[in-house]
C-alpha cells in the first residue's frame, strides 16, 4: 500500500509521516503553488472572469515531485490546512496533477486536522471528505476581487498621485480608519472641566477619597463643573460644611473569564501585554502550531492558529476541567462546563479556538524547550485557555454618599470601592487593556449611615481638559476591522505590514502615524472612489463572500456586480487632470496642508512673497506645498503643518527655517526639507566643500525640533569610548537601519534614537558582544555551497548583516524575509541572483546553453547592438 499525503510545510511533512508509517508518503507544497501572474489579463471580465493561473519555479519542481509519486501511489490525500487558503492550496494541487495527467484512477481525499498531534492526525485519515468547491469559490472569488481592484486601481494612483505605491481592497480601508481617527484627532477642541476630590478618614482614623456627585438637587458628570469659579464656590462649599455618612450600599457582583483566543484576539493580546506585532504573533504561533521535539518525537503544541472559533472540543474542555480541578482545587471549578459563542461580525470558521493541544503541558515544563518569544506566546495562549474553564470572579462594589451640611447649598459626595471577594479566574489570568487606568481593586472603610466624616486636607479642586480619541494601536487597528468586518483574521497582520512596508503608516510610541503619503492616497480614494473605502461597503462584500463560502451565493455573480460599478468609477477618472486631482486635495486635506495661522490670517497666502496662493504640488520626490507665482516666488515647504508650527513666518525662501547658532563654530543651524524629508544643515557651502547635515530620524518631528535637537543630530557620530579588549573606538550613530554602535567592523542596534546619545561603555560592549554571538550562531549557514550557475561558477548562501543572502560572483543577493536558508534550493538562488542582476546589481551572469543558442540565431542583432548600452542597446535588439 503506497499513499501519497500533501500538506504544506516541510516541518509538518516530517512529523506527520513519523505518525502514519510506512504504507504513507508525505509530501510538502511549501504553501500556494500558483498564483496570479502581475500582468493584465490574469482575470478577464470579458471571459466571465476566466482566471490565468502560474506557477513559478521554485513550485515547479516541487510539483514535480509530488507528480512521480503520485504516479505510482494507490491513493492521494490532500492534507493542507483547515482554512480556507489550505482548501485553495489543495485544490490547485489536484488542478496541476490533473494538468499534468498525473492522476489515473487513484482516489483523491481532503482531510483537515486542528492539531498536529498523533490523535488528531490518525482521526482525521478515519473521516476524509472531498475538497469543498464552495470554500474554493469563495477564495476564487476573493483572489479575483483582490487582483481587480489592486490591478486596476494602483496605476490610477501612479498617474494621478507620483509617490504612491498601491491600493488594496483591505489595505486602503485599513489606511482610511488611521487617517480618519487622525483627523478626529486634529479636529478635536479641548474642554475644560475642573474635579473636586475630598480626602477624608472615619472616626476611626481610616482614610479614603470622596468625589462630588451633585449641587443644589442637581446630579454632576465628570465635565460639569466647567471653570475655576463654579469650581472655588463648590470647594468652598465643602469646606463650610459638616460632613456625614448619608447611605451605604454594597452589592455582590461577578467578573467572569474570557473565551480561549481567536486570531485577532491573540494578535491583540500579545500586542497589549508582549509587545508583539501581528505579523510577529503569527510567526510564532505557526511554530507552536508546527511543534517541537518532545522525548524524541514532534509534537504541536497548539491547536490551529487561524480562527474564528471560541469554543474547545469536548475532550479539551475535559481535559482543562481536571487539571483546574488539580492544581486549583473544586473552589475553582464551575459545576459545569463554559460554552462559548463567537460574537465577531461576520465570524464563519468552524475551527476550534487556539488553545494548547494537550494543557497538561505547562508553560514552565515547555520554556525549557522553545525560546523566549515562543515561550511567552505560549504561556498567554495556556493561561488564557485554561482560565476560560475557571469559577468567576466574586467581587463587591460598594458606594457611600456623604452629605456636606452647614452651607446655603446642598451639596454631596460620592466614595466607591470594588473588592475582590474570592480571585477566581483572576488567580491565573487578568485580560490586558488598551489604556493605562488603574485596574486594581479599591477597599472602602467600613462605614454605616449617619457616621460623621473628618476632612484631612483641603479640597482639592484640579483643572482638567478632555482629550482627543488615541492613535490606534496595531492591537486595537485589529479589533477595530473585526468589529466592522472589514478583513478576515488570516489577513490582519499581512495588511498591517503591507501599511508599514509601503511608507503609508509609522509606529511612534507603539501608535500607528499616518503617513503624508497615506494621508494623500486616502484623501484620493474618498474624493474619487468613495464607494470602495466605505467601511459598510467593504464589510457588506465580506458578507457576500461569506455567503460563497456557504454555498448560498454564486461567485461569479458577485464579480459580476462588482466589476459593473467599479469599472465605471475607473474609466471617470480617465480625463481626470492633475489640476482637479490637487483642487479635491486641497479641500479634503485643507486643515492639515493648511493649518490656522496664529495672526488669524489666511493660511493660503504665501509667507514669502504675500502674493501668491499656497497649494499642494506633486513632484518627482512626492508631495510638497509650493506658491502660484513660481518661478518668481520659490517658496516651498513640506507637507502638513509649517515647520514652526505656526504661521510660516519663521521658515524662509525655499522652506528654510533658521534654529540658531551654533555656539562651537558660530555657524547658522538650519532645518531644510530635500528629496528625502527634512534635514539640518550647519552653515552654508564654501566653494566645492559641503556643509555638514544630518537627517530627522524616523519619528521626529520637524515642527517641534529646536537648536538643542539638532546640534545633537549634527555631533554625530559620537564616540562612547575605547573596547576594554581592543583599545579601538567604539562610535555610536543613525544609519540606514536605525541607531547602532560600532567597533572593528560589527554594528549592534540600539532600541531607540535617544540612546544613541545617552548610551554608555557598559551596554555598548555588551551589545556589540551579543552582536558577535548571533553572528557566530548563524555561522552554520555562512558560505554554505549550493551548487553550480547555469552560466558557470559556485553559488553559495551566507549569513549577513542584514540577514542571509546568496552570492554568485560579485552578485549578492538577499533572501526574502522569512525564506529558511538552510532550505533554500539552487533553482532559487539562480533565480534571486538573476534578478539581482537584471536590476543593476552586479553583472548579470550569462547561461552558457542560452548564450550560444542566442549567438546562432541573431548574429545581426547582436552586432547592432554593440557598443551601445542602456535603452540603445535593447532598442537596437528588438
Given at each position: 500500500?503506497?499513499?501519497?499525503?500533501i500538506?504544506?510545510?516541510?516541518?509538518?511533512?516530517?512529523?506527520?509521516?513519523?505518525?502514519?508509517?510506512?504504507?504513507?508518503?508525505?509530501?510538502?507544497?511549501?504553501?500556494?503553488?500558483?498564483?496570479?501572474?502581475?500582468?493584465?489579463g490574469?482575470?478577464?471580465?470579458?471571459?466571465?472572469f476566466?482566471?490565468?493561473?502560474?506557477?513559478?519555479?521554485?513550485?515547479?519542481?516541487?510539483?514535480?515531485?509530488?507528480?512521480?509519486?503520485?504516479?505510482?501511489?494507490?491513493?492521494?490525500?490532500?492534507?493542507?490546512?483547515?482554512?480556507?487558503?489550505g482548501?485553495?492550496i489543495s485544490?490547485h494541487?489536484?488542478?496541476?496533477?490533473?494538468?499534468?495527467?498525473?492522476?489515473?484512477?487513484?482516489?483523491?481525499?481532503?482531510?483537515?486536522?486542528?492539531?498536529?498531534?498523533?490523535q488528531?492526525?490518525?482521526?482525521?485519515?478515519?473521516?476524509?471528505?472531498?475538497?469543498?468547491?464552495?470554500?474554493?469559490?469563495?477564495?476564487?472569488?476573493?483572489?479575483?476581487?483582490?487582483?481587480?481592484?489592486?490591478?486596476?486601481?494602483?496605476?490610477?494612483?501612479?498617474?494621478k498621485?507620483?509617490?504612491?505605491?498601491?491600493?488594496?481592497?483591505?489595505?486602503?480601508?485599513?489606511?482610511?480608519?488611521?487617517?480618519?481617527?487622525?483627523?478626529?484627532?486634529?479636529?478635536?477642541?479641548?474642554?475644560?472641566?475642573?474635579?473636586?476630590?475630598?480626602?477624608?478618614?472615619?472616626?476611626?482614623?481610616?482614610?479614603?477619597e470622596?468625589r462630588?456627585?451633585?449641587?443644589?438637587?442637581?446630579?454632576?458628570?465628570?465635565?460639569?463643573?466647567p471653570?475655576?469659579?463654579?469650581?472655588?464656590?463648590?470647594?468652598?462649599?465643602?469646606?463650610?460644611?459638616?460632613l456625614?455618612?448619608?447611605?451605604?450600599?454594597?452589592k455582590p457582583?461577578?467578573?467572569?473569564?474570557?473565551?480561549?483566543?481567536?486570531?485577532s484576539?491573540?494578535?491583540?493580546?500579545?500586542?497589549?501585554?508582549?509587545?508583539?506585532?501581528?505579523?510577529?504573533?503569527?510567526?510564532?504561533?505557526?511554530?507552536?502550531?508546527?511543534?517541537?521535539?518532545?522525548g524524541?518525537?514532534?509534537?504541536?503544541?497548539?491547536?490551529?492558529?487561524?480562527?474564528?472559533?471560541?469554543?474547545?472540543?469536548?475532550?479539551?474542555?475535559?481535559a482543562?476541567?481536571?487539571?483546574?480541578?488539580?492544581?486549583?482545587?473544586?473552589?475553582?471549578?464551575?459545576?459545569?462546563?463554559?460554552?462559548?459563542?463567537?460574537?465577531?461580525?461576520?465570524?464563519?470558521?468552524?475551527?476550534?479556538?487556539?488553545?494548547?493541544?494537550?494543557?497538561?503541558?505547562?508553560?514552565?515544563?515547555?520554556?525549557r524547550?522553545?525560546d523566549?518569544?515562543?515561550?511567552?506566546?505560549?504561556?498567554?495562549?495556556?493561561?488564557?485557555?485554561?482560565?476560560?474553564?475557571?469559577?468567576s470572579?466574586?467581587?463587591?462594589?460598594?458606594?457611600?454618599?456623604?452629605?456636606?451640611?452647614?452651607?446655603d447649598?446642598?451639596?454631596?459626595?460620592?466614595?466607591?470601592?470594588?473588592?475582590?471577594?474570592?480571585?477566581?479566574?483572576?488567580?491565573?489570568?487578568?485580560?490586558?487593556?488598551?489604556?493605562?487606568?488603574?485596574?486594581?481593586?479599591r477597599?472602602?472603610?467600613?462605614?454605616?449611615?449617619?457616621?460623621?466624616?473628618?476632612?484631612v486636607?483641603?479640597?482639592?479642586?484640579?483643572?482638567h481638559?478632555?482629550?482627543?480619541?488615541?492613535?490606534?494601536?496595531?492591537?486595537?487597528l485589529?479589533?477595530?476591522?473585526?468589529?466592522l468586518?472589514?478583513g478576515r483574521?488570516?489577513?490582519?497582520?499581512?495588511?498591517?505590514?503591507v501599511?508599514?512596508?509601503?511608507?503609508?503608516v509609522?509606529l511612534?510610541?507603539?501608535?500607528?502615524?499616518?503617513?503624508?503619503?497615506?494621508?494623500?492616497?486616502?484623501?484620493?480614494?474618498?474624493?474619487?472612489?468613495?464607494?470602495?473605502?466605505?467601511?459598510?461597503?467593504?464589510?457588506?462584500?465580506?458578507?457576500?463572500?461569506?455567503?460563497?463560502?456557504?454555498?448560498e451565493?454564486?461567485?461569479?455573480?458577485?464579480?459580476r456586480?462588482f466589476?459593473?460599478?467599479?469599472?465605471?468609477?475607473i474609466?471617470?477618472?480617465?480625463?481626470l487632470?492633475?489640476?482637479?486631482?490637487?483642487?479635491?486635495?486641497?479641500?479634503?486635506?485643507?486643515?492639515?496642508?493648511?493649518?490656522?495661522?496664529?495672526?488669524?490670517?489666511?493660511?493660503?497666502?504665501?509667507?514669502?512673497?504675500g502674493?501668491?496662493?499656497?497649494s499642494?504640488?506633486?513632484?518627482?520626490?512626492?508631495?510638497?506645498?509650493?506658491?502660484?507665482?513660481y518661478?518668481?516666488?520659490?517658496?516651498?515647504?513640506?507637507?502638513?503643518?509649517?515647520?514652526?508650527?505656526?504661521?510660516?513666518?519663521?521658515?524662509?525662501?525655499?522652506?528654510?527655517?533658521?534654529?540658531?547658532?551654533?555656539?562651537?563654530?558660530?555657524?547658522?543651524?538650519?532645518?531644510?526639507?530635500?528629496?528625502?524629508g527634512?534635514?539640518?544643515?550647519?552653515?552654508?557651502p564654501v566653494?566645492?566643500?559641503?556643509?555638514?547635515?544630518?537627517?530627522?530620524?524616523?519619528?521626529?518631528?520637524?515642527?517641534?525640533l529646536?537648536?538643542?535637537?539638532?546640534?545633537?543630530?549634527l555631533?554625530?557620530?559620537?564616540l562612547?569610548?575605547?573596547?576594554?579588549?581592543?583599545?579601538?573606538?567604539?562610535e555610536?550613530?543613525?544609519?540606514?537601519?536605525?541607531?547602532?554602535v560600532?567597533h572593528?567592523?560589527?554594528?549592534?542596534?540600539?532600541?531607540?534614537?535617544?540612546?544613541?546619545?545617552s548610551?554608555?561603555?557598559?551596554?555598548?560592549?555588551?551589545?556589540?558582544?551579543?552582536?558577535?554571538?548571533?553572528?557566530g550562531?548563524?555561522?552554520?549557514?555562512?558560505?554554505?555551497?549550493?551548487?553550480?550557475h547555469?552560466g558557470?561558477?559556485?553559488?553559495?548562501?551566507?549569513?549577513?548583516?542584514?540577514?542571509?543572502?546568496v552570492?554568485?560572483?560579485?552578485?549578492?543577493?538577499?533572501?526574502?524575509?522569512?525564506?529558511?536558508p538552510?532550505?533554500?534550493?539552487?533553482?532559487?538562488?539562480?533565480?534571486?541572483?538573476?534578478?539581482?542582476?537584471?536590476?543593476?546589481?552586479g553583472?548579470?551572469?550569462?547561461?552558457?546553453?542560452?548564450?550560444?543558442?542566442?549567438?546562432?540565431?541573431?548574429?545581426?542583432?547582436?552586432?547592432?547592438?554593440s557598443g551601445?548600452?542602456?535603452?540603445?542597446?535593447?532598442?537596437?535588439?528588438?
Amino acid at each position: 500500500m503506497h499513499n501519497v499525503v500533501i500538506v504544506e510545510s516541510p516541518a509538518k511533512a516530517k512529523t506527520i509521516n513519523k505518525y502514519l508509517g510506512s504504507d504513507y508518503e508525505v509530501l510538502a507544497s511549501y504553501g500556494h503553488v500558483r498564483d496570479l501572474p502581475a500582468k493584465d489579463g490574469s482575470v478577464d471580465p470579458e471571459a466571465d472572469f476566466h482566471m490565468l493561473w502560474e506557477v513559478d519555479g521554485k513550485s515547479a519542481q516541487r510539483l514535480n515531485e509530488i507528480a512521480r509519486a503520485v504516479k505510482g501511489a494507490d491513493k492521494l490525500i490532500l492534507a493542507t490546512d483547515p482554512d480556507r487558503e489550505g482548501e485553495a492550496i489543495s485544490w490547485h494541487v489536484l488542478e496541476v496533477l490533473r494538468a499534468k495527467k498525473a492522476l489515473k484512477d487513484q482516489p483523491v481525499e481532503r482531510v483537515v486536522f486542528n492539531a498536529i498531534t498523533k490523535q488528531a492526525i490518525l482521526d482525521a485519515m478515519k473521516h476524509p471528505r472531498e475538497i469543498d468547491s464552495a470554500l474554493v469559490d469563495a477564495y476564487l472569488a476573493r483572489r479575483a476581487l483582490d487582483y481587480l481592484v489592486g490591478f486596476n486601481l494602483s496605476p490610477v494612483l501612479w498617474r494621478k498621485l507620483p509617490g504612491a505605491r498601491s491600493a488594496g481592497r483591505v489595505q486602503s480601508v485599513a489606511l482610511r480608519l488611521v487617517c480618519d481617527r487622525e483627523v478626529e484627532i486634529e479636529r478635536f477642541k479641548p474642554r475644560e472641566y475642573w474635579s473636586l476630590v475630598a480626602q477624608l478618614k472615619t472616626p476611626r482614623g481610616e482614610a479614603f477619597e470622596a468625589r462630588i456627585s451633585s449641587a443644589d438637587g442637581k446630579r454632576l458628570g465628570r465635565l460639569d463643573v466647567p471653570d475655576e469659579a463654579t469650581a472655588t464656590a463648590l470647594k468652598q462649599a465643602i469646606e463650610a460644611s459638616e460632613l456625614a455618612v448619608a447611605n451605604v450600599e454594597a452589592k455582590p457582583g461577578r467578573r467572569n473569564p474570557q473565551p480561549p483566543f481567536t486570531t485577532s484576539t491573540l494578535q491583540q493580546e500579545a500586542s497589549r501585554k508582549l509587545g508583539f506585532a501581528p505579523n510577529r504573533t503569527m510567526q510564532l504561533a505557526q511554530r507552536l502550531y508546527e511543534g517541537v521535539d518532545i522525548g524524541g518525537e514532534t509534537v504541536g503544541l497548539i491547536t490551529y492558529m487561524r480562527t474564528d472559533g471560541v469554543d474547545m472540543a469536548p475532550e479539551a474542555v475535559t481535559a482543562v476541567r481536571s487539571l483546574i480541578g488539580s492544581d486549583y482545587g473544586d473552589r475553582y471549578l464551575p459545576s459545569s462546563p463554559r460554552r462559548y459563542t463567537t460574537k465577531a461580525k461576520n465570524a464563519q470558521e468552524a475551527h476550534e479556538a487556539v488553545r494548547p493541544t494537550d494543557p497538561r503541558r505547562t508553560p514552565k515544563e515547555m520554556a525549557r524547550r522553545l525560546d523566549d518569544d515562543q515561550a511567552k506566546l505560549y504561556e498567554l495562549i495556556w493561561k488564557r485557555t485554561v482560565a476560560s474553564q475557571m469559577e468567576s470572579a466574586e467581587v463587591e462594589r460598594t458606594t457611600v454618599d456623604i452629605s456636606a451640611n452647614g452651607s446655603d447649598r446642598r451639596i454631596e459626595l460620592r466614595a466607591t470601592g470594588t473588592v475582590v471577594t474570592f480571585d477566581g479566574f483572576l488567580a491565573l489570568y487578568q485580560e490586558g487593556r488598551d489604556d493605562e487606568e488603574d485596574d486594581e481593586a479599591r477597599r472602602l472603610p467600613q462605614m454605616s449611615a449617619g457616621e460623621p466624616l473628618d476632612r484631612v486636607a483641603p479640597v482639592a479642586a484640579t483643572q482638567h481638559f478632555t482629550e482627543p480619541p488615541p492613535r490606534y494601536t496595531e492591537a486595537a487597528l485589529v479589533k477595530r476591522m473585526e468589529e466592522l468586518g472589514i478583513g478576515r483574521p488570516s489577513t490582519y497582520a499581512a495588511t498591517l505590514t503591507v501599511l508599514r512596508d509601503r511608507g503609508y503608516v509609522q509606529l511612534d510610541k507603539k501608535r500607528l502615524v499616518p503617513d503624508d503619503k497615506g494621508r494623500l492616497v486616502t484623501a484620493f480614494l474618498e474624493s474619487f472612489f468613495n464607494r470602495y473605502v466605505e467601511y459598510d461597503f467593504t464589510a457588506g462584500l465580506e458578507e457576500q463572500l461569506d455567503r460563497v463560502s456557504n454555498d448560498e451565493l454564486d461567485w461569479k455573480e458577485v464579480l459580476r456586480d462588482f466589476w459593473r460599478e467599479f469599472t465605471g468609477a475607473i474609466d471617470a477618472t480617465k480625463e481626470l487632470r492633475v489640476t482637479e486631482v490637487l483642487n479635491a486635495l486641497n479641500e479634503v486635506l485643507g486643515p492639515y496642508i493648511f493649518p490656522a495661522r496664529a495672526d488669524g490670517g489666511d493660511p493660503r497666502v504665501c509667507p514669502t512673497c504675500g502674493t501668491g496662493q499656497l497649494s499642494l504640488k506633486l513632484g518627482k520626490f512626492g508631495s510638497f506645498v509650493g506658491c502660484s507665482n513660481y518661478p518668481e516666488c520659490r517658496y516651498t515647504r513640506p507637507l502638513g503643518a509649517e515647520l514652526d508650527g505656526t504661521d510660516g513666518a519663521a521658515a524662509g525662501a525655499d522652506g528654510v527655517k533658521a534654529l540658531g547658532t551654533d555656539p562651537a563654530s558660530g555657524q547658522e543651524v538650519t532645518l531644510r526639507n530635500g528629496r528625502f524629508g527634512p534635514y539640518v544643515q550647519l552653515g552654508e557651502p564654501v566653494e566645492k566643500e559641503k556643509p555638514k547635515r544630518a537627517s530627522l530620524p524616523k519619528g521626529w518631528s520637524a515642527a517641534e525640533l529646536d537648536l538643542e535637537g539638532a546640534l545633537k543630530l549634527l555631533s554625530l557620530p559620537r564616540l562612547v569610548g575605547v573596547h576594554p579588549e581592543s583599545g579601538k573606538p567604539i562610535e555610536a550613530n543613525l544609519g540606514r537601519y536605525g541607531p547602532y554602535v560600532s567597533h572593528d567592523g560589527v554594528y549592534a542596534n540600539l532600541d531607540g534614537v535617544d540612546e544613541v546619545f545617552s548610551v554608555g561603555i557598559n551596554r555598548a560592549v555588551a551589545a556589540l558582544a551579543e552582536k558577535k554571538e548571533k553572528r557566530g550562531a548563524r555561522g552554520a549557514v555562512a558560505g554554505r555551497a549550493l551548487g553550480e550557475h547555469p552560466g558557470g561558477g559556485p553559488i553559495t548562501v551566507h549569513a549577513g548583516r542584514y540577514g542571509p543572502y546568496v552570492k554568485y560572483g560579485k552578485v549578492n543577493a538577499t533572501l526574502p524575509q522569512g525564506t529558511d536558508p538552510e532550505a533554500l534550493t539552487l533553482e532559487e538562488a539562480v533565480r534571486l541572483v538573476d534578478a539581482k542582476a537584471e536590476k543593476g546589481g552586479g553583472r548579470k551572469p550569462a547561461r552558457k546553453p542560452a548564450a550560444k543558442k542566442a549567438a546562432a540565431k541573431k548574429p545581426a542583432a547582436k552586432k547592432a547592438a554593440s557598443g551601445k548600452t542602456g535603452k540603445a542597446a535593447k532598442a537596437a535588439t528588438g
